[in-house]
């Protein structure tokens, strides 16, 4: 038993400074590895990523497509237009569209709607647009237009008065604007010489019976014995001369090609003498000359035909 204890302790004795050889170097070695570790590298920032984003294609509104209407029951059955002044408006009928315009104001569309019957007056309520037709006579019309009869159209809380006329609505572009050239001084005169233009055109019914309808002045020259020449042109292009007195009446009026022409004559501008009610409908650019707040005539636009 004491050879066994003693065997034990040699045993023992031999093995212990190994496994302390053997502790020491593994952590001479972890030692060694810790400080053999690299630093963790700094983060470097990466590039942005863009995300290209996906191409939408919108969808091109479709243009207002004309409506087909039931016109039967209508007071006033289309083709036709309507048109007043102070100011002047104008409004159109366009594949199922009523098409309100004003001078110097955009148009204002609106989708046209069976119309209520109410005292024989046809009342359209529509988008921004009230109006109301009426068959029959209308006051103020535009002289030798077909008058149908009268309507009401109210805008914008605002009230516009006028006359219903026969005719479809004009195609193509709108004429070109009047000309205020300085080579027409003329005029920005005219207004004031309307009995004088009055009387010329009175004299030139007395040539032919209704030669004046649709007449207008493409000169005049205000001369200093109390005289005043216009050129007056017919609706057949046929060109007057016409010397008015400015105490009343007419001294002479004959053909242009009679007369030499001068060169006040040569000179751009249209006056179309109108007392009340719109210009001619294929006049819509028409400029309204007034003379203490009384309508005296328009001048017509370059390319306009009344």
Same mark, same amino acid.
């Given at each position: 038993?004491?050879?066994?204890?003693?065997?034990?302790?040699?045993?023992?004795?031999?093995?212990?400074?190994?496994?302390?050889? /053997?502790?020491?170097? @593994?952590?001479? $070695?972890?030692?060694?590895? #810790?400080?053999?570790?690299?630093?963790? *590298?700094? +983060?470097? !920032?990466?590039?942005?990523?863009?995300?290209?984003?996906?191409?939408?294609?919108?969808?091109?509104?479709?243009?207002?497509?004309?409506?087909?209407?039931?016109?039967?029951?209508?007071?006033?059955?289309?083709?036709?237009?309507?048109?007043?002044?102070?100011?002047?408006?104008?409004?159109?009928?366009?594949?199922?569209?009523?098409?309100?315009?004003?001078?110097?104001?955009?148009?204002?569309?609106?989708?046209?709607?069976?119309?209520?019957? /109410?005292?024989?007056? @046809?009342?359209? $309520?529509?988008?921004?647009? #009230?109006?109301?037709?009426?068959?029959? *006579?209308? +006051?103020? !019309?535009?002289?030798?237009?077909?008058?149908?009869?009268?309507?009401?159209?109210?805008?914008?809380?605002?009230?516009?008065?006028?006359?219903?006329?026969?005719?479809?609505?004009?195609?193509?572009?709108?004429?070109?604007?009047?000309?205020?050239?300085?080579?027409?001084?003329?005029?920005?005169?005219?207004?004031?010489?309307?009995?004088?233009?009055?009387?010329?055109?009175?004299?030139?019914?007395?040539?032919?019976?209704?030669?004046?309808?649709?007449?207008?002045?493409?000169?005049?020259?205000?001369?200093?014995?109390?005289?005043?020449?216009?050129?007056?042109?017919?609706?057949?292009?046929?060109?007057?001369?016409?010397?008015?007195?400015?105490?009343?009446?007419?001294?002479?009026?004959?053909?242009?090609?009679?007369?030499?022409?001068?060169?006040?004559?040569?000179?751009?501008?249209?006056?179309?003498?109108?007392?009340?009610?719109?210009?001619?409908?294929?006049?819509?650019?028409?400029?309204?000359?007034?003379?203490?707040?009384?309508?005296?005539?328009?001048?017509?636009?370059?390319?306009?035909?009344?």
């Amino acid at each position: 038993m004491r050879r066994m204890q003693l065997n034990r302790s040699i045993v023992l004795a031999g093995i212990l400074p190994l496994v302390l050889s /053997v502790s020491s170097c @593994d952590l001479l $070695d972890n030692s060694k590895n #810790k400080d053999e570790t690299p630093e963790a *590298a700094e +983060p470097t !920032a990466e590039a942005p990523q863009y995300v290209i984003p996906e191409t939408i294609v919108l969808e091109t509104p479709a243009a207002p497509s004309s409506v087909e209407l039931d016109t039967s029951s209508w007071a006033i059955k289309p083709p036709f237009y309507a048109a007043g002044q102070e100011p002047f408006w104008r409004l159109e009928l366009n594949d199922g569209w009523f098409i309100f315009q004003r001078l110097g104001l955009p148009e204002i569309e609106a989708q046209i709607s069976a119309p209520n019957r /109410v005292d024989g007056v @046809d009342e359209f $309520d529509l988008d921004g647009v #009230k109006i109301s037709i009426k068959a029959g *006579a209308c +006051p103020n !019309a535009q002289a030798n237009e077909p008058v149908r009869g009268s309507i009401t159209l109210v805008h914008d809380e605002v009230s516009y008065q006028g006359c219903v006329y026969r005719g479809a609505t004009q195609d193509g572009e709108a004429a070109e604007a009047v000309e205020t050239s300085s080579s027409s001084k003329w005029t920005n005169e005219i207004g004031i010489y309307a009995i004088e233009v009055d009387e010329c055109l009175k004299a030139l019914d007395g040539i032919q019976a209704g030669a004046s309808a649709r007449s207008y002045v493409s000169a005049m020259n205000a001369q200093n014995d109390g005289k005043t020449a216009f050129v007056l042109r017919t609706r057949k292009g046929n060109d007057y001369l016409c010397l008015a007195l400015t105490a009343g009446g007419v001294e002479s009026i004959e053909p242009l090609a009679n007369s030499k022409r001068e060169d006040w004559m040569n000179v751009s501008g249209r006056f179309m003498r109108v007392e009340s009610g719109p210009p001619p409908r294929a006049c819509l650019d028409a400029e309204a000359v007034m003379v203490d707040g009384h309508l005296t005539g328009y001048l017509l636009p370059r390319n306009c035909r009344p």
